[in-house]
């Protein structure tokens, strides 16, 4: 009964703030207004993420006190806030990509620092030993994720509502596992996504702006470098969970990069951006991936207790989400031809 109350007053929190930013935006005139790059047909208030990132923030002092145990995780988890704060900026003044480049490098760093690196991944029956490639790798994986879901971040319903999924199934996991401070925090991501979502589900009247998207991927990354290291959930686990963002963005990024685009700037050849061009609604594509991600739930669960399977079926999911995205590249390429 308590962990119900206690999400539930996040859900209702998250939502309350949200609802203030919204006026906030409007009066401000801080609006996502549609350009060449934009999948939305009006202007729309943004910065709706500060409802879930303030819900969260101020819960960080209370997981502290209960599970003092996890302290690498919530001195870790501190670096969300100039993520936050950068993102905000963003939102209102469009800051250049070199300056959130530099708050990201350094954020996790710090991130790193706390947890210790990556000294090895779980494979299945594998351990792989990293050593010091550990160090940079983490690195990497923090400043990825933080872009990441930013990138994906492209339509109504679909950022929020892979968080509410992620942090909701990760805390089943956890929870499965014995690490209870972990699950309380995905569990409270997922509650304090879900207020949010109520706001930004298909038509959206508000978006959670790169406050709310850079701060998500920055969580996600902290509790996964975390959850591998505590004996939690493997990275593989979330890397999972995540399936559809990790892949879209990855490949979308692989592909202009060797097309000579400018592959850091604006655009909209994303798989579920690609979706919504050849005619499929915000809500069906919003749908779709949120389904495809319920089916790497599941495997993510086998992944997780079935450890001999894990290498697997974990590459042979990643490999069909591969063959999806190269469907919908490959049509939406012969609809821009025709």
Same mark, same amino acid.
């Given at each position: 009964?308590?962990?119900?109350?206690?999400?539930?007053?996040?859900?209702?929190?998250?939502?309350?703030?949200?609802?203030?930013?919204?006026?906030?935006?409007? +009066?401000?005139?801080?609006?996502?207004?549609?350009?060449?790059? +934009?999948?939305? /047909?009006?202007?729309?208030?943004?910065?709706?993420?500060?409802?879930?990132?303030?819900?969260?923030?101020? +819960?960080?002092?209370?997981?502290?006190?209960?599970?003092?145990?996890?302290?690498?995780?919530?001195?870790?988890?501190?670096?969300?806030?100039?993520?936050?704060?950068?993102?905000?900026?963003?939102?209102?003044?469009?800051?250049?990509?070199?300056?959130?480049?530099?708050?990201?490098?350094?954020?996790?760093?710090?991130?790193?620092?706390?947890?210790?690196?990556?000294?090895?991944?779980?494979?299945?029956?594998?351990?792989?030993?990293?050593?010091?490639?550990?160090?940079?790798?983490?690195?990497?994986?923090?400043?990825?994720?933080?872009?990441?879901?930013?990138?994906?971040?492209? @339509?109504?319903?679909?950022?929020?509502? /892979?968080?509410?999924?992620?942090?909701?199934?990760?805390?089943?996991?956890?929870?499965?596992?014995?690490?209870?401070?972990?699950?309380w925090f995905a569990a409270l991501v997922a509650a304090s996504c879900a207020?949010?979502? /109520?706001?930004?589900?298909?038509?959206?009247?508000?978006?959670?702006?790169?406050?709310?998207?850079?701060?998500?991927?920055?969580?996600?990354?902290?509790?996964?470098?975390?959850?591998?290291?505590?004996?939690?959930?493997?990275?593989?686990?979330?890397?999972?969970?995540?399936?559809?963002?990790?892949?879209?963005?990855?490949?979308?990024?692989? /592909?202009?990069?060797?097309?000579?685009?400018?592959?850091?700037e604006a655009h909209r050849s994303h798989a579920y951006q690609r979706a919504?061009?050849?005619?499929?609604?915000?809500?069906?594509?919003?749908?779709?991936?949120?389904?495809?991600?319920?089916?790497?739930?599941? *495997?993510?669960? *086998?992944?997780?207790?079935?450890?001999?399977?894990?290498?697997?079926?974990?590459?042979?999911?990643?490999?069909?989400?591969?063959? @999806?995205?190269?469907?919908?590249?490959?049509?939406?390429?012969?609809?821009?031809?025709?």
């Open positions: 009964m308590i962990p119900v109350l206690v999400m539930s007053a996040a859900a209702l929190m998250s939502s309350a703030i949200t609802a203030r930013v919204k006026e906030y935006a409007r +009066s401000r005139r801080i609006l996502d207004v549609p350009n060449g790059r +934009s999948l939305h /047909q009006a202007a729309v208030p943004r910065g709706g993420g500060l409802g879930f990132v303030t819900t969260i923030l101020i +819960s960080l002092p209370l997981m502290w006190f209960f599970f003092p145990a996890d302290s690498p995780l919530w001195l870790a988890l501190l670096g969300s806030l100039p993520i936050a704060v950068t993102g905000w900026l963003d939102d209102r003044f469009s800051l250049p990509a070199s300056r959130r480049f530099l708050v990201h490098s350094l954020v996790a760093a710090w991130a790193v620092w706390m947890l210790g690196g990556l000294e090895g991944v779980r494979l299945g029956t594998i351990e792989l030993d990293l050593g010091a490639f550990g160090y940079p790798l983490a690195w990497l994986l923090v400043v990825w994720l933080i872009n990441l879901y930013n990138f994906m971040d492209g @339509i109504d319903g679909l950022a929020a509502g /892979q968080a509410v999924l992620v942090g909701a199934v990760g805390a089943l996991l956890a929870s499965a596992g014995g690490n209870v401070g972990l699950a207020g949010f979502l /109520q706001w930004n589900l298909p038509p959206a009247r508000i978006f959670m702006g790169d406050a709310g998207s850079g701060f998500l991927g920055y969580v996600f990354a902290v509790v996964a470098l975390y959850s591998e290291a505590s004996g939690g959930p493997p990275l593989l686990v979330w890397l999972l969970l995540l399936g559809v963002f990790v892949v879209d963005s990855t490949a979308t990024l692989i /592909q202009r990069w060797l097309a000579g685009e400018r592959w850091y919504v061009q050849l005619g499929f609604s915000h809500r069906f594509v919003t749908l779709t991936v949120l389904g495809i991600t319920a089916v790497l739930a599941a *495997v993510a669960w *086998v992944v997780n207790t079935l450890p001999a399977l894990a290498l697997p079926v974990a590459l042979l999911d990643f490999g069909l989400l591969l063959l @999806i995205w190269r469907y919908v590249y490959k049509r939406s390429r012969r609809a821009d031809a025709g």
